[in-house]
């Protein structure tokens, strides 16, 4: 793999950049793989490059039905945050953002994150006392965070309406300085061109249509271009299609699929530094490298696949945002859009084992997937290796759901994510 | 936006007086006290999510505040039937 540097750059206009290296191969799949990894979003090419990098697994092929990172890989609003409520959240998270502060370096692929700091704001007492409880938890658990008041909150965003005479006035927030954004499909190319380099192989436009079962365990996928491809063990990272992927394999998730939106604005001069979200007006807006504010809220309330919200969704979002900011109010919007997320009862994810053997799910993501990308791939990365959860992975079980060992972070965290 | 028919009201409505309240049918175990956890978790946890017809509960919750259910494409998002509570849908999913 060619290194990327400034000296490559310098080198390549020389040339008119006409003779860079294809950032990853496009190879015919093999007969038979260590591991298949069904889904090449994010979360699942940074598994493959995982599972290369430090477990040395790189007969590994990668099964995407589109392209890569075309789902809602390329569809979130880029927000990394670490903040969550409970242990077993706040360690996965926490884990995921030690990786994205040297992403950068390790792929040799800029991803621009920048730590931006993210404020999750209060507009009643009890917003307040739960910012308390949760700023507190995080910093029992090493995640850094601060409680601010009102004067605290206006200072950081000076052009935020903070006065005591709104309808829902800013109390304060949390503030977590280590958070901030990505750039989003830089992620998806990154963990691709790395997996890559390792020699795994990323077959796109194939679609897997069912799963090859043997004695309870499985030994590899049916696809529609490739037909039969075997493999020791599998690992699903399809997101809103992961019911869909666990009914070929015989079992149901707790699984329900809702359309998720957002929005940008056009490309306006800089004037949000940060990323700002609330959960009560609930809408979150940040400013991407560009100029175009970077919008979004919560899941539409009913089931859907058809990667499109509804209006409602889109009028009560932009007025939480101009609730905040009145100035925006004139700001044209540019593009709006939808994807599906998989969200779980307790808004935690699932990273399992499954009834069906040597078959492993990492789903469930819902609205909150992208700021978790490196640490998903990384401890699924391991329980696909070690063939068993990962030590962070363990609580996030799908069989809790009959056990009762939920992580209930509904509500606990910042916003809808 | 969906414009839905509410039953109950005999008018169209605008989605926004609506609240979508997930799977319909869902039967209560009829011995809770002896069910397994098993049993008791796919009651209260594990959701239908099919691509294509789903049976779902609505609530006109801004209008007469009343149940009642739809069937519904989750991929077209078309509405192929609305029925109250006790009913039992008309159009059902092949297979």
């Not at chain 1, 989003?184 to 997996?195: E, L, M, N, P, S």
């Not at chain 1, 699932?350 to 791939?377: Q, R």
């Not at chain 2, 006290?33 to 789903?54: A, I, M, Q, S």
Request: hydrophobic content about 35%; overall charge neutral; aromatic content about 10%.
């Amino acid at each position: 793999m060619q290194r990327y540097s400034g000296f490559g750059l310098l080198k390549h206009s020389l040339s008119y950049h006409e003779n860079w290296q294809r950032a990853w191969r496009n190879p015919k799949p093999k007969k038979k793989y260590d591991v298949i990894i069904v889904g090449g979003g994010g979360h699942g090419l940074a598994t493959a490059y995982y599972l290369a990098k430090e477990h040395g697994i790189t007969n590994v092929a990668v099964i995407e039905k589109g392209h890569l990172g075309g789902g809602n890989t390329a569809r979130n609003t880029t927000i990394v945050r670490s903040n969550y409520l409970w242990d077993e959240a706040a360690h996965l998270y926490e884990h995921a953002m030690k990786l994205w502060e040297g992403l950068s370096q390790d792929l040799n692929y800029n991803v621009m994150f920048s730590q931006r700091g993210v404020l999750n704001l209060g507009h009643t007492l009890q917003d307040m006392r739960d910012i308390q409880r949760r700023v507190n938890a995080n910093r029992l658990n090493g995640i850094d965070g601060e409680v601010l008041d009102t004067k605290g909150v206006q200072e950081i965003v000076p052009n935020m309406d903070c006065s005591a005479n709104r309808r829902y006035p800013v109390l304060g927030a949390s503030w977590q300085p280590r958070a901030g954004v990505a750039r989003h499909d830089a992620v998806a190319w990154g963990f691709a061109r790395g997996a890559d380099s390792y020699g795994v192989d990323l077959i796109q436009q194939c679609e897997v249509v069912d799963m090859i079962i043997e004695d309870g365990a499985i030994v590899g996928v049916k696809t529609n271009r490739h037909g039969d491809i075997m493999a020791d063990r599998v690992g699903c990272v399809t997101a809103g299609n992961s019911g869909v992927m666990a009914k070929m394999a015989g079992f149901e998730l707790p699984l329900e699929s809702h359309p998720l939106q957002a929005l940008v604005s056009e490309p306006i001069k800089p004037c949000l530094d940060t990323v700002v979200m609330s959960n009560h007006v609930h809408g979150y807006v940040s400013q991407s490298d560009k100029g175009d504010l970077v919008i979004g809220a919560g899941i539409d309330g009913y089931n859907g696949y058809g990667q499109r919200g509804s209006y409602p969704t889109i009028e009560h979002t932009l007025q939480a945002i101009v609730e905040l900011f009145p100035q925006f109010s004139r700001v044209r919007m540019n593009r709006q859009w939808g994807g599906i997320v998989d969200t779980c009862p307790d808004a935690c994810p699932i990273i399992s084992d499954t009834p069906v053997e040597n078959l492993f799910f990492n789903c469930g993501w819902g609205t909150g997937g992208f700021k978790a990308t490196p640490g998903s791939g990384n401890v699924f990365a391991a329980t696909l290796a070690k063939g068993e959860a990962h030590p962070l992975a363990k609580p996030f079980s799908m069989f809790r759901f009959h056990n009762g060992a939920l992580i209930d972070e509904h509500g606990a965290a910042g916003v809808a994510h | 936006m969906f414009y839905i028919y509410c039953p109950h009201c005999r008018e169209h409505r605008e989605e926004e007086e609506f609240h979508a309240k997930g799977q319909a049918h869902i039967a209560r175990p009829a011995d809770p006290d002896n069910c397994t956890d098993e049993e008791w978790g796919n009651y209260v946890f594990f959701r239908k999510n099919p691509r294509g017809l789903h049976h779902e509960l609505w609530y006109h919750s801004t209008g007469c505040r009343k149940f009642f259910n739809v069937t519904r494409d989750t991929v077209s998002y078309e509405i192929k039937e609305v029925y109250k509570i006790g009913e039992q849908p008309q159009v059902v999913a092949k297979g």
